[in-house]
């Protein structure tokens, strides 16, 4: 069982009427290990979620959770999961607590077990202090650590999140980004939709871009940022009367150069370290004042640029919009 992927996408499609939402979408994720779904707003992210936790039916291809078919055991997977959607669903008049608990008797689980693992779950994360607060008056972070504390009580060995970290402050989503890091290192499998490439950058092992409802690429942060193009050495200079001899020097070592002048910037088009190494030297010994110099690679915007022609928007997700879609159709 050990060599079962935890998440498999296998030939996923989902029709509403005419419009395909997704289209042969097939991926897979090993145990452990975190899957971020990447793609512009309408792309079918949400929708393969929602087949993959056995809220949507597919209309054909299917999936497998921890070796569970979505369509054929539906149950199985169910209590192989948590899910975790992209607004708190936790009841607001409850306290912390009890909102952990009522999913526990919910499952079924013996209430010396429901007890134990409500006090771990709200020691680890952070909200013991707070455990016996009815939950509206929680802050946002709050009750996103709440609502994957409610998903986690049966301890599934995998985890979807879909916009885990939306309309939180920064500080609330690094706080959660932290949380997620400690899961997977006690062994949890994360599948998360996330309209912040960063986060993706930051907790992602590979990535799966999709688009139009199909998967256009895939690969590890790295290995798609360099297919948006390569890396590029970033040269700020002290004083902006020493950009045309900079360019000189620069055009001697490197190729592909690119003078800012009202930022006193050169950038230049670099295979990596090897090239900043080449340059820091060749400045080391021109004379010449610099405030800055480092290696900037394209970022995940610039691979949805090059992918799919536009950058990322930074806006809701489409839950909203496909969940709409799913009922008008029916």
């Not at 607004?87 to 919910?106: F, K």
């Not at 060995?157 to 959660?176: A, C, H, K, W």
């Not at 915007?301 to 159709?329: K, N, Q, W």
Request: aromatic share 4%; hydrophobic share 40%; with cysteine.
């Amino acid at each position: 069982m050990s060599d079962v992927p935890a998440v498999e996408a296998i030939d996923l499609v989902k029709r509403f009427g005419d419009n395909a939402a997704v289209d042969g979408v097939s991926f897979s994720v090993p145990r452990g290990s975190v899957l971020g779904m990447l793609g512009p707003n309408g792309a079918g992210k949400t929708t393969t979620v929602r087949m993959l936790t056995t809220l949507s039916r597919p209309t054909s291809g299917t999936g497998r959770v921890s070796g569970h078919d979505v369509v054929a055991e539906p149950n199985a997977v169910r209590r192989s999961m948590g899910l975790t959607g992209q607004t708190a669903t936790v009841d607001e008049l409850l306290t912390g607590r009890e909102n952990i608990r009522l999913i526990g008797r919910l499952y079924g689980l013996p209430m010396k077990y429901i007890k134990q693992v409500s006090d771990e779950l709200l020691e680890r994360f952070t909200l013991t202090a707070a455990a016996d607060r009815i939950a509206k008056t929680y802050s946002g972070g709050m009750r996103r650590r709440l609502d994957l504390a409610v998903s986690l009580v049966a301890h599934p060995p995998v985890l979807f999140l879909d916009e885990p970290t939306t309309g939180l402050d920064p500080r609330s989503r690094s706080e959660l980004w932290e949380v997620l890091r400690g899961l997977v290192r006690d062994g949890t499998t994360l599948l998360l939709t996330t309209q912040y490439l960063e986060e993706a950058d930051q907790l992602a092992d590979d990535i799966v871009v999709i688009d139009k409802g199909k998967v256009i690429a895939r690969g590890t942060p790295t290995q798609l940022k360099d297919q948006a193009g390569r890396a590029s050495v970033v040269v700020t200079l002290t004083h902006e009367a020493d950009l045309a001899q900079a360019e000189v020097l620069l055009r001697d070592c490197v190729s592909g150069v690119h003078v800012e002048s009202s930022a006193r910037r050169l950038v230049a088009q670099a295979s990596g370290l090897a090239d900043m190494t080449l340059i820091a030297g060749v400045f080391a010994d021109s004379g010449i004042a610099i405030d800055d110099l480092g290696l900037k690679r394209p970022s995940l915007d610039d691979v949805f640029l090059h992918l799919t022609g536009h950058r990322a928007e930074l806006a809701a997700d489409t839950d909203v919009e496909e969940s709409a879609v799913e009922e008008a159709a029916r």
